[in-house]
């Protein structure tokens, strides 16, 4: 074999075992200690440097107090930590560069992504674990997996992650400051606090990521404007709550007391809130019991929920309620219950 054919092999072996791809969006844009990709035709871990582009199937390690970052064109970053290692599964994009489907596989490790808003439900960022898949449309969190113990937690600092086992039925979403563990073929538990750990750890991450680099439109100041706003959202509509409550509690002992009379003088409860306003055919009726205008509809425009209930015990009861106020992103403040023993009533005539 000459040696110009020789040459030309080997280049072509290179070329087939290196796992860049020459326009592929998806780019390794910093790093610290040793970061490896795997080459197929060699069968080895070679040094993956900066600037680096992965094409679909690349796998990527980092060693032990090392650390890599990957960008997804302008709209997405992960981070990855020590001893981690990923799979880039899927990588479509538009002719704008703009994702239209990632799929990172996390066998090992833990990352931190960050996907700005995606434009509709077809787009697509997932993080998959061995029994967890994560699904986002523009939030900042975290996926860790252990191997030792077959389990992922995911964590969310802002937006909204939809979490699901690929074991067993379950699905949860997770929404700023929680998490959830799924442990081996089980569902995903009740979303938990997120750990403060966990914030500090995004902050760290977050002061590190060369987002005027990568070109992420807004990059750490919309990232940064993302958080303000959504605790500015919380105070604002915690306040309402307090507010509303404070309105539910005198709405509700106006009606209890309502619901005195009615009883006083039809020896009877209302079987709906209207009763207390209009006869519905009661010898005795005397009211209306409310004043004039009276709509039973909640500070948040809903109406207040009444039900007749029997304890388990067999006393009879009423149970006012107000579903309270559900924000902006789907966060429910100041629910609020009150009951009245029927048996009561009779012992107060």
Known sequence: MTAKIKFIMGLIAI??????????????????????????????????????????GTFVKVDAGSKAIISFGKKAVITLSENTAIRIERSLFDEKDEIKEIKVQLPKGKIWSVVEKLPSEERKFNIETPNTIAGVRGTIFSTNYNQQDNSTTVGV??????????????????????????????????PQVLEEKERQEWENWKNSIPFS??????????????????????????????KGSEKVMKDFEAI??????????????????????????????????????????????????????????????????????????????????????????????
């Not at 440097?49 to 992965?54: A, C, F, N, Q, Y």
């Not at 940064?224 to 500015?232: P, R, T």
């Not at 207040?304 to 006393?315: F, I, M, S, V």
Request: aromatic letters at 10%; glycine letters at 12%; hydrophobic letters at 40%.
């Open 15 to 56: 070329l087939g075992a290196f796992c860049f791809a020459g326009d592929n969006p998806v780019v390794l844009v910093d790093r610290v200690g040793s970061v490896y990709y795997w080459n197929t035709s060699a069968a080895r871990w070679d040094d993956l440097p900066v600037k680096s582009r992965l094409a679909e």
């Open 157 to 190: 600092v802002a937006g909204e992650v939809g979490v699901a086992s690929t074991k067993a039925p379950g699905y949860v979403i997770l929404k700023e400051n929680m998490s959830t563990v799924v442990i081996a073929n089980n569902p995903p538990v009740p």
């Open 213 to 242: 680099e990568i070109g992420i439109v807004g990059g750490i100041a919309e990232i940064n404007a993302m958080q303000i706003q959504e605790a500015a959202r919380l105070v604002r509509e915690l306040g309402i709550a307090k």
């Open 256 to 349: 209890e007391n309502a619901i005195k009379l009615f009883y006083a003088d039809t020896k009877t409860v209302p079987s709906k809130l209207e009763d207390l306003m209009k006869n519905p055919g009661l010898n005795g009726w005397n009211g209306p019991y409310l004043g004039a205008g009276t709509t039973f509809i909640d500070p948040y425009g809903r109406p207040y929920q009444y039900k007749k209930k029997t304890t388990p015990g067999g006393k009879e009861y009423i149970e006012l309620s107000t579903f309270g106020l559900i924000g902006a992103a789907g966060d429910t403040y100041g629910e609020e219950k009150k009951i009245i023993f029927i048996d009561r009533l009779k012992g107060s005539l």
